[in-house]
């Protein structure tokens, strides 16, 4: 038995089963369907040829809203997981970053802002990232 790849693709055509993640690695995939694994949100800032590895070489994630790919340096980041807060108290700056982008979406009450933080894995997750060129850690939240 192989790998087979079932999360998210961006495509106009009908696509009908599943990918193979060797043809999404060398871009066979994406070419054949004129498609992508993985929306550029959250890429600002990389250059061209990162964007076209991470959107159209990289197997996606399944998540409850549209997953995306965090950037870094200049440069797309390793997806490490879904985690809960747990997971996440253990790498404190992906923390921070993660409650300061709450906050700028919105989030104001601070004791409902660390309510929702420390429930993290119990219905909400994050999704951790770690930038490959600093080590720095990132998260987004990720909910229904």
């Not at 038995?1 to 990918?19: E, K, N």
């Amino acid at each position: 038995m192989g790998w087979i790849y079932t999360a998210t693709s961006y495509t106009a055509q009908d696509v009908s089963g599943h990918f193979c993640p060797w043809c999404i690695a060398d871009g066979s995939a994406a070419e054949r369907f004129d498609g992508e694994f993985m929306d550029s949100y959250g890429l600002d800032g990389v250059s061209a040829e990162i964007l076209h590895e991470v959107t159209r070489r990289t197997p996606g994630f399944h998540a409850w809203q549209d997953p995306h790919w965090l950037a870094h340096c200049h440069d797309a980041a390793a997806f490490i997981g879904e985690v809960g807060h747990r997971e996440l108290a253990a790498h404190p700056e992906a923390l921070d970053q993660l409650r300061q982008d709450l906050r700028m979406n919105g989030w104001h009450d601070t004791a409902q802002l660390e309510q929702f933080l420390t429930h993290l894995g119990e219905g909400a997750t994050a999704m951790l990232f770690r930038c490959t060129v600093c080590g720095t850690h990132l998260a987004y939240a990720d909910a229904s």
